[in-house]
């Protein structure tokens, strides 16, 4: 039971701010799976120690449960057709993966002012990163791809 919570508090309060908590969880696990309670246990301790002096963030969590909620709230909104497979004929006649932008080709593997939400969702952003851990330098990236975005010359939707 506590090397699961372990998983748990990795992911739900650690989260980004340090990724390598899951990995320390999953290890004490393992650890204890192989080598039975009497050293495993020093391994879930020391796991233990780890999230307990890890910054914390629920910033994943709090962007799943909003992006579910809106999934589940909004199913009138359709996948850009941009983004649709288009396996058939008419699929294609349909307009589905009509200028899709494949990252890998833009410059930096970043497609500037792509869009991957529907229209009506434009101004959307789920993911908040925390000023703590690893995060910061997330939130950084997400800054640096924002500008990006904003002066593509190639933006899908216009506000």
């Known amino acids: 039971y506590i090397a699961r919570r372990l998983l748990a508090i990795a992911s739900e309060d650690v989260g980004n701010a340090d990724p390598r908590a899951m990995q320390v969880a999953l290890a004490a696990w393992d650890c204890f799976t192989r080598v039975g309670p009497a050293e495993g246990e020093r391994a879930i301790a020391q796991a ?5 002096c890890a910054p914390k963030s629920n910033a994943v969590y709090t962007a799943w449960k909003q992006a579910l909620t809106d999934a589940h709230n909004l199913p009138e909104y359709e996948v850009p057709h941009h983004l649709r497979n288009a396996p058939t004929h008419l699929m294609k006649d349909l307009g589905y993966g009509a200028e899709y932008r494949y990252a ?8 500037a002012g792509e869009q991957y939400l529907p229209p009506e ?8 990163p925390s000023n703590r851990g690893l995060e910061t330098k997330i939130g950084e990236k997400l800054d640096y791809l924002a500008n990006l975005d904003a002066n593509s010359p190639r933006k899908r939707y216009e506000k």
């Open 121 to 128: 969702m434009l101004a959307t952003r789920y993911y908040q």
């Open 104 to 111: 890998h080709d833009e410059p930096g593997a970043y497609a």
């Open 48 to 52: 233990i120690v780890y999230l307990a």
